[in-house]
């Protein structure tokens, strides 16, 4: 399995933007998911967006045409586009690797919007 390490958080006044990077340890080629979820304090993590080995995304409805994520298989990286934050995207980000049957966790990000 990769180990995943994400960096990019911070804390952002509504409006703004943030780009959050997600690198592995080990080649992200033949992972054929890799994802992003987040947890804010006192809910459940909770899916925000994905991309599959062939470049399809898909995107929580709550971040859909703010949010782009994306990979460099060059680089064994992911990143999350994140533009037009609002309060409710304050959490903990955390990035996920997944081939059957193996999933991989980051450590986390934090991302704190203030309004």
């Known amino acids: 399995q990769v180990q995943l390490v994400e960096s990019g958080g911070g804390l952002v006044q509504a409006g703004g933007s943030l780009r959050l990077s997600c690198v592995a340890s080990?080649?992200?080629?033949?992972?054929?998911?890799m994802a992003w979820y987040r947890q804010a304090p006192g809910k459940q993590r909770e899916w925000v967006a994905h991309?599959?080995?062939?470049?399809?995304?898909n995107y929580a409805d709550s971040v859909k045409g703010r949010f782009t994520i994306s990979r460099d298989n060059a680089k064994n990286t992911v990143y999350l586009e994140m533009n037009s934050l609002n309060a409710e995207d304050t959490a903990v980000y955390y990035c996920?690797?997944?081939?059957?049957?193996?999933?991989?966790w980051g450590q986390g990000t934090q991302v704190t919007v203030s309004s």
């Open positions: 991309i599959t080995r062939d470049g399809t995304t």
């Open positions: 080990g080649s992200i080629f033949n992972i054929n998911v």
């Open positions: 996920q690797g997944r081939t059957y049957p193996y999933t991989s």
